[in-house]
């Protein structure tokens, strides 16, 4: 009788597994479906989807553009500095800066430390000239923060937080790196580095830039959209961080008006809750990304784009992002935990 028991327990058991190894099959189905429909016939870039350490959807476009080439990476370089300043440097987080490692303009009877830097809540203008009328601790959204305190890593000597980023970056086999330079010589450096366009008025125009040192914390890192994939799934499974430093990079510090709505924001990092998610985007003239992360499901999407728009009209530049964005946070919630191998990864035409 007993053995009957566990005999029924265990078809029973197995049965469950593949009624939801099954649904799961639909479910991914369903949104590699839902993607594609998604995409319009003038995409130009790498869309990458991602459960666990398994691809599951890729979609290129654009004349010479693989799964495998390299893009400015705009306002994701923030997270990437952040993971690699709380790396190095976590001691000094919450360490106030001396005085004359302070920006001339910033309050003597003010503390600024690393960690109101890297969540945008030093109290600084975004063109990082003085300070704003709330003052310290309300969100503030500037590239001078990063690229401040970046300066401040080897003051006189840029180079060298530069080479310690790029080794912190191949060490722990990121497909993403650190650069100065013009892009039109970078390209000639790095061959798999994308030429980048702006789109006025349904024209393209190829864009040349001068990438400085300090703008790789901000927004000039270049990478691949596996590069960027694989930092999320690292960062966020306890590869790249001590505990104690992820905790800090992931606890909500100020809150962020977007045009999702109200966000939290850590440290590089906004936080969106129901599902949880953690995210950026970026812009820079030449290219667009989008990162975003789901922790319960470690299911994550990477949007990569050498195309830039008109920031006069920021909801039609962003569309694109936002539809993504609701498309993968409805299927999100979805549970993914058994078995990521119910679709086969593959590029999709």
């Known amino acids: 009788m007993n053995t009957n028991k566990g005999l029924f327990k265990l078809i029973f058991s197995l049965s469950c597994l593949l009624f939801f190894s099954a649904a799961q099959a639909t479910k991914l189905t369903e949104l590699k479906s839902a993607l594609n429909a998604q995409i319009s016939p003038n995409f130009q870039g790498v869309i990458w989807v991602q459960h666990q350490d398994k691809q599951l959807f890729v979609k290129t476009a654009g004349e010479g553009i693989t799964k495998d080439s390299l893009f400015i990476l705009g306002s994701i370089s923030k997270p990437v500095f952040s993971s690699f300043y709380l790396s190095r440097h976590h001691a000094a987080l919450f360490s106030p800066l001396a005085t004359s490692l302070k920006p001339n303009f910033y309050p003597a009877e003010q503390s600024l430390t690393p960690a109101m830097l890297l969540s945008h809540t030093s109290g600084i203008n975004r063109p990082f000239t003085g300070m704003t009328s709330n003052g310290p601790g309300q969100f503030e ?50 061959p798999r580095l994308v ?34 994939a694989d930092f999320q799934q690292k960062l966020h499974t306890g590869q790249l961080l001590a505990d104690s430093a992820y905790q800090n990079m992931i606890t909500p510090v100020a809150l962020r008006q977007h045009r999702w709505g109200t966000l939290e924001y850590g440290l590089g990092l906004q936080i969106a809750q129901s599902p949880q998610e953690y995210s950026h985007s970026g812009y820079i003239p030449g290219f667009m990304s989008l990162m975003l992360y789901y922790p319960e499901t470690q299911l994550q999407l990477v949007l990569l784009q050498n195309v830039s728009g008109d920031l006069s009209n920021p909801e039609a530049v962003f569309a694109f992002q936002d539809e993504l964005r609701a498309l993968m946070r409805r299927y999100a919630s979805f ?15």
């Open 141 to 190: 959204y500037s590239n001078g923060n990063y690229q401040f305190l970046a300066n401040n890593l080897n003051p006189g000597d840029s180079a060298a937080w530069m080479s310690d980023l790029n080794q912190f970056l191949q060490s722990n086999g990121l497909d993403i790196q650190a650069a100065a330079g013009e892009t039109k010589t970078l390209r000639q450096t790095y």
């Open 335 to 349: 549970s993914l935990h058994a078995n990521a191998d119910s679709i086969s990864p593959q590029q999709t035409p």
């Open 195 to 228: 030429q980048g366009f702006d789109e006025q008025a349904n024209q393209r125009e190829a864009v040349e830039s001068t990438i400085t040192t300090a703008s790789a914390a901000s927004g000039t890192l270049i990478g691949s959209a596996r590069g960027v």
